[in-house]
């Protein structure tokens, strides 16, 4: 499969130079020329299924010709070591539980298999690759995490100082060995315009060969489709609404994959915290962002979704195509607290702070007799002090919390100058 770029000016590559490459040379996002639909005879015996033989029917025909069949199998089994499950929280509402990965969010899922197709590709090359990350919290843990001890790659993680939980800055500042973190004085859009550069600077390519672990890079996105396919193949209404809770939009575009490839889901319900920039716009065909709020929800605090570009890619451009297949909704901080309580206190169910604003929008959207799923993207003890503000009381701490909290934190802090930057790159 060839994958081309969304700003159409840079060469269409393979899969493996999409990986490696990241980004394509016009600042585009690669996106596959073709999207391969699934036969209904496929769909039908995938239905009992598990996470691989999806994830594996699902990625074939995206790297064919750059993996043999073995060892794409190979790659979903490391991939899926744990379950996805669908809880009911009430009538008519699920929780897609995406936390139970060994950092407890969804991202554990693009960067295992990221890291794992890295591997394979380092395999067969003495060149070290540096791998790149801007992170709002839990990115760069799941990337740390992921490629921790992965021969012939080094990772630099850039989160904001200040703006990720504690325990989201002990997961990715104390692992050591071939992960280093940089504490970032500015926002996390700061820290995703250092790496963009990073990766639009000629002289920095020339010297190292830099790879992103974001969503931008297809090997962390396109997996992400797999369990929306799942989830598609258990839910019993063909028309659920699937609310996700979304800043880099690299999740929610990975469902609308999924759908494209043939899986029946419903309509999606964009859920975003302050920072709305995509809900206005799908109110306005307008997009008009503004500068980054700071949430509770802060894994979604970003005001320019890098994945934006592949939401209208995969509707063609055309906005009435993409309005009839997603709504938007936001909350505010304060609806988010409430929305936990109200949630524990109705249902006994735990929200954390992202999967509170996809619980309310159900709850605003949903119509008599519709389904609705919302994706439970981290683990709540992810971020305990906004736990505890929204209950009146302290979280249960699960032990691997309290081991973790016990680490000492490794950082080097940076200001947000790309001088800076650059010139720490260089030296390395
Ligand atoms: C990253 C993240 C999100 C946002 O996902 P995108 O793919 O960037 O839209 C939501 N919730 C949590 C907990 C996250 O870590």
Redesign the pocket.
């Known amino acids: 499969m060839k994958f081309f770029s969304t700003n159409r000016s840079a060469p269409q590559v393979g899969f493996e130079e999409a990986v490696v490459n990241s980004l394509p040379a016009d600042n585009g996002l690669y996106f596959p020329e073709e999207i391969p639909v699934l036969s209904q005879q496929i769909i039908n015996k995938l239905k009992a299924a598990s996470l691989v033989s999806v994830g594996y029917e699902m990625m074939w025909p995206f790297v064919e010709g750059t993996f043999s069949q073995h060892q794409l199998k190979q790659i979903v089994e490391e991939v899926f070591s744990f379950d996805i499950p669908l809880v009911q929280v009430e009538e008519g509402i699920q929780s897609l539980e995406l936390f139970h990965g060994p950092t407890y ?3 554990d899922v693009g960067a295992r298999f990221l890291a794992r197709c890295l591997g394979q590709f380092s395999k067969t090359s003495d060149k070290e690759v540096t791998i790149l990350v801007a992170t ?4 760069g843990g799941a990337v740390a995490n992921g490629f921790l001890g992965v021969e012939g790659v080094n990772v630099i993680i850039l989160y904001p100082s200040g703006k990720v939980s504690d325990l989201q800055e002990k997961q990715l500042t104390t692992l050591g060995g071939n992960i280093t973190a940089l504490e970032v004085a500015g926002d996390f859009d700061a820290c995703q315009a250092l790496v963009k550069q990073a990766f639009l600077d000629k002289e920095l390519n020339q010297t190292l060969s830099l790879t992103s672990a974001n ?1 931008i890079n297809i090997a962390r996105w396109m997996p992400q489709s797999i369990y929306f396919a799942k989830m598609a193949l258990e839910l019993s209404d063909p028309a659920a609404l699937i609310a996700v ?8 575009t990975a469902g609308m994959l999924a759908k494209r490839m043939g899986f029946p889901l419903g309509h999606f319900l964009a859920c975003s915290n302050a920072n709305d920039v995509v809900p206005r716009y799908l109110e306005s065909c307008e997009f008009d962002p503004r500068p980054t709020i700071a949430t509770y ?1 802060n ?2 605090d ?1 005001s320019k ?1 890098s ?1 934006f570009p592949r939401m209208l890619e995969l509707y063609h451009h055309s906005f009435d195509d993409l309005i009839a297949d997603v709504d938007g909704f936001s909350l505010s901080d304060e609806e988010i607290l409430r929305t936990i309580k109200a949630c524990k206190a109705s249902t006994d169910y735990l929200c ?1 702070p ?1 999967g509170a604003i996809g619980y309310a929008g159900l709850k605003e959207k949903l119509k008599v007799g519709q389904q609705g799923v919302f994706l439970e ?2 683990h709540p003890v992810k971020f305990a002090p906004t736990m505890a503000q929204a209950l009146g009381e302290e979280l249960e701490i699960p032990a691997f919390a309290n081991d973790l909290m016990k680490k000492e934190k490794t950082a080097r802090s940076v200001s947000s100058s790309f001088d800076e930057f650059k010139a720490y790159l260089m030296a390395k």
């Open positions: 969010a969804f991202k709002s919290g839990d990115t969503s809770p979304s800043g880099n939009y690299g999740n929610i929800a894994a979604m970003v979704p994945n954390d992202h993207t981290a």
